[in-house]
């Protein structure tokens, strides 16, 4: 399952991000590492940006972006 398909609301751990090393660097620049847990706090509308809140801190990212990173639902 990829972030972008995650329910408002629910949590995940990050599995592994596919995407090349620049997104993977930009990621981890945000917080967003393999075996943390990320929360949904809100789905864009109209399909915009996902926000998530990782080890406190809220992230917006892109579909595209969230499309690549792979989760685990808990």
Known sequence: MTLDQL??????????VHGGRGLR???TQMGVHPGDIVYLTQGG???G????E???SKIALGRG????VLIDPL
């Open 7 to 16: 329910q408002l609301g629910k949590r995940a751990r990050v599995i592994r």
């Open 25 to 27: 660097r930009n990621l």
């Open 45 to 47: 509308a109209f399909h």
């Open 49 to 52: 940006p996902l926000v998530i």
């Open 54 to 56: 990782v080890s406190g």
């Open 65 to 68: 972006v969230a499309r690549k």
